[in-house]
């Protein structure tokens, strides 16, 4: 079995970090479709865990060198209750859909006013697919 590519962009991604000296890398993770499975009839707002994804996600919450973002088109409210949950589980994110460590009123090294900065994107929608990745 050959290495999925998105676990090449991570070891790209931790290399190149480890290279310019930097002390944290950014990695937005989606949620549907991602680490939980979609609920699209929306019954009730829950993370119902792809096999390892709450494992990976603690052991990546433990690491003071990543910045876990939540990045989801959840309503506020599912957001407060799936925080809830992951904060129960031992996971936690740094910010939802956000990154204001990155922004031009930091000094950063592009124009971060209308999209956030990262280096690693699990996003089904961006080709992720967490049955094969």
């Known amino acids: 079995m050959s290495t999925p590519p998105i676990i090449k962009w ?17 990695w937005c993770i989606d949620i549907h479709g ?15 865990y792809y096999p390892y ?11 003071k060198d990543i910045i876990l973002i939540m990045y989801t088109s959840s309503y506020p409210s599912e957001i407060a ?12 994110f ?20 209308q999209k956030l900065y990262f280096n690693v994107l699990f996003d089904d929608k961006a080709g992720f697919d967490p049955e094969t990745d």
Do not use: C
């Open 10 to 26: 991570v070891h790209k991604m931790l290399t190149h970090a480890e290279e310019k000296e930097w002390f944290e890398t950014y």
């Open 34 to 48: 991602t680490v939980s499975y979609p609920d699209y009839r929306k019954i009730e707002p829950i993370i119902d």
């Open 53 to 63: 994804a709450k494992e990976v996600l603690q052991l990546l919450s433990e690491r």
């Open 81 to 92: 209750v799936y925080t809830k949950q992951f904060n129960n589980d031992g996971i936690k």
């Open 94 to 113: 740094n910010y939802v859909n956000e990154n204001p460590e990155i922004s031009v009123a930091h000094g950063s090294f592009g124009h971060y006013t």
